[in-house]
């Protein structure tokens, strides 16, 4: 793509995220998330090859229903209580229906079902800034709304970790694996989001290093199948060791990093008296991490002088800038016993 | 406390920066240093409760035999692995043993935690390395499911202990061992009460393993390599009753009527998993159905929570993590000259490896319960306290110690008595680190007939 049409719309991505969180209207907010589509597109059906376009479509049809539904909710909040504020919108009928469509633009269970599509056709940088940066924007206005009523959020939260597990259990690609882990993850998030908004930031953030990590280890060896993971330890030996790590710290399992919002989610949970909610969640989180298991053992523990899993590629020379990368893979494995510094941090 | 920490985890660089010519050396010689050092918390008085203080991390009667028992562990499994992995790069030995050692770490960690969430965290924290190990330095295309069943197992017992322990925060407060017994445990509704107690069991249960989920022990056991079974069946399995015996103490007074099913279950287990053990045909998982079966009877002693059950559970658990490791370092001996686990496959050893047949001898002796063997004193005060608190119990551990010496005979029969196969052609003689593998093994099992004080928990 050429630089001055790619760097237009790297820099629209970037102002339509930043309009969303300037914003106090409702107006605003809403083109800014629209902004941030239409940039997209073009990114995502950049190489012109017909899975591109296609996954490209069914983003777009995704993402303009819930745009739309978007501005008719807030409109008719604003026709039946006069409010256009953000920050004043009512629990009503009006609010649960821009929760929905919020739900439906970041690809929360039950309105999920794009998600997995898209990413599949997706190059993997595309898809980062799919898991990542897209979900900043709507994360934010349902962080603005202030949730008091916890039900809508409790019901989305389980069946997206339930549906972001159960989901990945039959897939070999990578990316609609991928794809079902941001569902179970922006499940845990939106499950505490109406008891402790900080504690949902600090999951989003948490989950945002964990993939970046992740997706920057598939992106050095252009892994896209499980079967392309095999063939790791030929390439870059010391993914083999820490990309099990980062695929068990998505899991959530101690002392590793991803293990942090998971326990302090589930003690802001017990502290509401939900302890059953929380044993739900945690056991449900089980699903994605066997699915998890499964490609760190594709990738680590079948190695040779085991039986090879997959045929042996061609192994080209790609330049490596692993620097951020480096930084990302420490932090999603060390960062756990740093938890009170990081919960001084955040606005608690 | 931390002068047994800070060494284990520095051996973490030492073991990437060695030269691959001083590798096994180093590392086997400062794990021994340390474990030698660690020798000192033995000596604190048994009296006076929590002792090595500081803030996070303390040793009492209880957890120092075990942690005295995790340093222990770590130059024999180094000691026991050193054949299997001559063959491989260097790095992968540096990475095995570094596996070892941070699993080192963290069971110190967990023995030493005097809060329960650092308990859980570390409790947790070793299946990573054991899977790795497991999955990764296995033989078999089985091991693949053996790690699963061990993460997965594990894990579904050990989160609802995670929201228990939360819940028990919420209500006092504090999570500390110094504070929790004595503070009073109120539960309004009596049915959260009973979920909430299984809750906190649940986790331990599955790890000791009891008998209804212990579904995982024979295949982790049996795919993994030697420093695998060993560190499994000699400590992680006893991590599962140390975090019984502490959490026991705070789930009163509910516990007499709730625990009846596990006991129950517990001695079930003790006799079905024997009876299993002389059907077994694979030495391997023989030898860890004999751990089920043991660690039974752990569970019963644990659960009734009489002061002679802690200690012959306590006993038990530390004579059969040696007893069990010793029995898989044997069974190590046979695979690796025939890289088989069938028994049938390796008989008549007496006569081909004599020197081995000693220590088959003394290891099956411990693992019937032979007096004056430590394993003997555990079993004996865990029956006499269970008859003293059902005297019906005592059909169930009878059989039980009838049944564990016909398998423990069974196995010592087939390997070293009866015909030499005719395929065994050239069999190599015993090396003498395998010699001095058994010995330190043996040595300390031997040597505690003299001294079972240390083992006795807060009884002495």
Known sequence: MAPPIYSALIISLGLGTTMTFASTHWYLAWMGIEINTLAIIPLMSQNHIPRATEATTKYFFAQATASATLLFASISNAFLTGEWDILQTPNTLTYSLITLALAMKIGLAPLHSWMPEVMQGLSLLTGLILSTWQKLAPLYLIYQIQPTNSNIFIVLGLLSIIVGGWGGFNQVQLRKILAYSSIAHLGWMILILSFSPPLALLTILIYLLMTFSLFSSFMLTRATHINSLATTWAKIPILTISTPLILLSLGGLPPLTGFMPKWLILQELTKQDLAPIATLAALSSLFSLYFYLRLSYAMTLTMPPNNPAGTLPWRLNPRHNTTLMSLATTSTICLLPVTPAIMAMLPL | ?460
């Not at chain 2, 680190?433 to 040595?443: A, D, G, Q, S, Y």
């Open chain 2, 1 to 460: 406390m931390l002068k047994i920490l800070l060494p284990s985890i520095l051996l973490l660089p030492s073991t990437w920066l060695i030269s691959p010519k001083y590798l096994w050396t180093t590392t086997l010689s400062y794990s021994l240093l340390i474990a030698s050092a660690s020798l000192m918390w033995l000596a604190a008085p048994a009296e006076t409760g929590w002792s090595f203080l500081n803030c996070l991390m303390a040793s009492d009667p209880i957890s120092t035999p075990l942690l005295v028992l995790t340093c222990w562990l770590l130059p024999l499994m180094i000691l026991a692995s050193q054949n299997h992995l001559m063959l491989e790069p260097t790095n992968r030995q540096r990475t095995f043993i570094s596996l070892l050692i941070s699993l080192q770490i963290f069971l110190i960690l967990a023995f030493s935690a005097t809060e329960l969430i650092m308990f859980y965290i570390m409790f947790e924290a070793t299946l990573i390395p054991t899977l790795i190990i497991i999955t990764r330095w296995g033989n078999q295309m089985e091991r693949l499911n053996a790690g699963t069943y061990f993460l997965f197992y594990t894990l579904a017992g050990s989160l609802p202990l995670l929201i228990a322990l939360l819940l028990l925060q919420n209500s006092t407060g504090t999570l500390s061992f110094f504070t929790i017994p004595y503070l009073p445990l109120t539960c309004s509704d009596p049915w959260a009460h009973k979920i909430w107690w299984t809750a906190c069991l649940l986790a331990f249960l599955v790890k000791m393993p009891l008998y209804g989920a212990h579904l995982w022990l024979p295949k982790a056991h049996v795919e993994a390599p030697i420093a695998g079974s060993m560190v499994l069946a000699a400590v992680l399995l006893k991590l599962g009753g140390y975090g019984m015996m502490r959490i026991l103490i705070i789930l009163d007074p509910i516990s007499k009527e709730l625990s009846y099913p596990f006991i129950i279950l517990a001695l079930w287990g003790v006799i079905m998993t024997g009876s299993i053990c002389l059907r077994q045909t694979d030495l391997k998982a023989l030898i860890a159905y004999s751990s089920v079966s043991h660690m039974g009877l752990v569970a019963a002693a644990i659960l009734i929570q009489t002061p002679w059950a802690f200690t012959g559970a306590l006993i038990l658990m530390i004579a059969h993590g040696l007893t069990s490791s010793a029995l898989f370092c044997l069974a190590n001996t046979n695979y690796e000259r025939t890289h088989s686990r069938t028994m049938l496959l390796a008989r008549g050893l007496q006569t081909l490896l004599p020197l081995t047949a000693v220590w088959w001898f003394i290891a099956t002796l411990a693992n019937l319960a032979l007096p004056p063997l430590p394993n003997l004193m555990g079993e004996l005060m865990i029956i006499t306290s269970l008859f003293k608190w059902s005297m019906w119990t005592l059909i169930l551990t009878g059989l039980g110690t009838l049944i564990t010496a016909g398998y423990s005979l069974y196995m010592f029969l087939t390997t070293q008595h009866g015909p030499i196969p005719n395929h065994l052609i050239s069999i190599n003689p015993p090396h003498s680190r395998e010699h001095l593998l058994l010995t330190l093994h043996l040595l300390p099992l031997l040597l505690l007939i003299l001294k079972p004080e240390l083992l006795w928990g807060w009884s002495a």
